[in-house]
C-alpha cells in the first residue's frame, strides 16, 4: 500500500483505536489504509501468512465496538477507496467501500436521484460501514434498510480471494444473494471493498412537523398510527429530558415556549402541496404546540432536535447504546416502562429514549454508568427479548451485546454463522471477538 499508508505511531493510531463513543478502546498495531481491491486482497493475504488479526474501518462511527480490534493485529482502513459513479440509465450508483454516505448522496442528487438509506453520522460513515451493519437509519418505513438497496458486491474474504459481481442486472436469480449474506456481517466475513446500490428518484416536496405531546406513551401511540398515513416517510420520538439536553449542549434555540413530555418529528412528502397532506395529521394528532416547517432551511433546523442527540448524549461521557425494536403493540408499554426497568437496576443512571419510532424502534441510551457495568444492559436486553422483541435494530451487535445474542438467535442459528464464518474465514482473522464473540 506505500510505506505511508501504513500507521505505526501511537498517536497515529489514537483515533482508529477508540471508537466513536469512546466506550470501546482497542489495541490495533497498524493500521493500513489500501486504496483498491487488490491491495486489500494482499493485505488480507498478508495477514493470513501472519496470523495477524483484521478489523476492517470506515468511517469509525459505528456505535457497538464493532470497528476497534481488541485482538492487536491491524485496522484496515478502507477511507481511500472512495471513488463514486452514478449508473443513471440503471439508476443504480457504484461506490468505492470508504465512500461516505454524503458523497453518494450528493452525487446522486446531481442527476435527479436520491439514495434511500440516510443517517446523521451521513459525513463519515461509509457506504462499507453501512452494510456491514446493515444500517437503518430516517427513511426505513418507506424505503427500506441498507440490505434493501444493495444490488452487487465487491469483496475480499478472509481467505484473501475476491469476490465481485457488480454488473447490476434487474433480475438475476442465480444463486445465493451474497450482497444480502454481508450486510450486517459486521467485518467477520469479508472486507467489502465496492457496491452497487439501487437509486430512487427524489422525494416529492416535503414538510416536516415538530408535536409537542402530553406524555412518552401517547407519542409512541400516536406513532404507530402515523405509519399507516401513505403520506408519511418518517416519525421520530424524542423526550423532555433528551430535547433539552440536546438544545443545551449545541446551543439550538428551544422549539417552543415551554418544555413538554414527548415530541413527535414528522416528515411528509407529497406531489402537490405538503402542507396538505400535513393537516389531517395536524388535526389528528390534538398536540400541545406544534412547530411546520416547508423549506429546506427550516426543515433541517427541526431535523437537528433529533440528529443532534446522539452527539448531545455523548458530552456526557461515554454512554452505553441500546438500540432495540419492539413488536409494535408492545411498543408504548415499552418506552413507558424501560426508564424504570433501569433506575431499578442502577438509581445512578439516567436514561435517553429516542428513536425512530414508526418502526417500533428506539435509542435506550445510558449515561453514568461504568464503561464495564453491564447490569442496565443486561436487564434492558432481557425485558426486550421477553416482549418479543430485538435487541438489535440497526447497530449491530458488534463487541457491546455479543453475550446477548443468543436471546434472539437460537443455538442452531448461532452454529450456523459459525460454520459460515468458517467458511469465508477460515483463518479466523477478521474481526475476532465481534458479533459471535469467542464462541467461534
Ligand atoms: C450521530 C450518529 C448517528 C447515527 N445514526 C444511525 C442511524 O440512524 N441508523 C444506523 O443504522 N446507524 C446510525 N449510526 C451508527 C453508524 O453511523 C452506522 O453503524 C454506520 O453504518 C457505520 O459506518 P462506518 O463507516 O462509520 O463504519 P465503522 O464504524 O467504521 O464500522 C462499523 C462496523 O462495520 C465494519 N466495517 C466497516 N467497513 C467495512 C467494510 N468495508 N467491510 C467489512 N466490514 C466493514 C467494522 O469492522 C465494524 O464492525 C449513527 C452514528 C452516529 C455517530
Redesign the pocket.
Known amino acids: 500500500v506505500g510505506r505511508e499508508h501504513v500507521l505505526s505511531a501511537p498517536d497515529e493510531l489514537l483515533g482508529f483505536n477508540t471508537d ?1 463513543t469512546g466506550r470501546f478502546v482497542g489495541n490495533a498495531a497498524a493500521v493500513v489504509r489500501p486504496a483498491s481491491t487488490e491491495e486489500v486482497a494482499g493485505v488480507i493475504a498478508a495477514c493470513v501468512r501472519n496470523g495477524w488479526p483484521v ?9 457497538v465496538g ?2 476497534i480490534t481488541r485482538a492487536g493485529g491491524v485496522v484496515l482502513s ?1 477511507r481511500r477507496i472512495d471513488d463514486v459513479r452514478v449508473d443513471s440509465a440503471a439508476g443504480q450508483v457504484i461506490a468505492g ?1 470508504g465512500a461516505t454516505l454524503g458523497s453518494v448522496h450528493e452525487r446522486a442528487q446531481q442527476t435527479g436521484l436520491s439514495y434511500a438509506v440516510d ?3 451521513r459525513d ?3 457506504i ?6 446493515n ?4 427513511r426505513v418505513l418507506r424505503r427500506g434498510d441498507t440490505r434493501a438497496q444493495v444490488v452487487g458486491i465487491e ?1 475480499v474474504l478472509g481467505d484473501g480471494s475476491v469476490i465481485s459481481h457488480l454488473g447490476g442486472l434487474a433480475r438475476d436469480n442465480t444463486g445465493y444473494h451474497l450482497p444480502s449474506l454481508l450486510c450486517g456481517s ?2 467477520t466475513l ?4 465496492r457496491a452497487r446500490l439501487r437509486l430512487s428518484n427524489q422525494l416529492a416536496a416535503r414538510a416536516v412537523a415538530l408535536f409537542a405531546l402530553e406524555s412518552a406513551k401517547s407519542a409512541a401511540d400516536a406513532a404507530l398510527h402515523l405509519r399507516r398515513e401513505p403520506a408519511v416517510e418518517a416519525v421520530e420520538l424524542m423526550l423532555r429530558l433528551g430535547l433539552a439536553l440536546v438544545c443545551e449542549a449545541t446551543g439550538l434555540p428551544a422549539p417552543f415556549p415551554g418544555q413538554h413530555a414527548a415530541y413527535l418529528l414528522v416528515e411528509v412528502s407529497a406531489g402537490e402541496d405538503p402542507l396538505l397532506a400535513l393537516e389531517p395529521i395536524v388535526e389528528g394528532l390534538a398536540a400541545i404546540d406544534v412547530a411546520v416547517a416547508a423549506d429546506p432551511a427550516g426543515q433541517r433546523r427541526l431535523w437537528a432536535y433529533r ?1 443532534r442527540h ?2 448531545a448524549i455523548n458530552t456526557l461521557g461515554p454512554p452505553h447504546k441500546l438500540d432495540v425494536t419492539l413488536p409494535l403493540d408492545a411498543f408504548a408499554h415499552f418506552v413507558d416502562t424501560v426508564p424504570g426497568v433501569v433506575e431499578g437496576t442502577r438509581p445512578q443512571a439516567r436514561v435517553w429514549l429516542f428513536g425512530h419510532a414508526a418502526e417500533g424502534s428506539v435509542h435506550v441510551n445510558i449515561s453514568g454508568l461504568d464503561p464495564d457495568d453491564e447490569a442496565a444492559d443486561d436487564a434492558v436486553m432481557t425485558y426486550v427479548a421477553a416482549l418479543g422483541g430485538s435487541i438489535s435494530a ?3 451487535i ?1 463487541r457491546a451485546k455479543v453475550r446477548w445474542l443468543s436471546l434472539n438467535r437460537s443455538e442452531a442459528e448461532i452454529a450456523a454463522f459459525g460454520r459460515l464464518k468458517q467458511a469465508l474465514d477460515p483463518a479466523g482473522i477478521l ?1 475476532p471477538g ?1 458479533l459471535l464473540g469467542q464462541r467461534i
Do not use: K, R, Y
Open positions: 466513536w478489523t476492517a474501518q470506515g468511517g469509525n462511527t459505528g456505535l464493532g470497528g478502507t467501500a443517517l446523521a453520522s463519515s460513515a461509509t462499507g460501514g453501512t452494510i456491514a451493519t444500517a437503518g437509519g430516517l469483496a459486521e467485518g469479508a472486507v467489502v471493498t440528529e446522539t452527539e440497526e447497530h449491530g458488534g474481526n465481534v
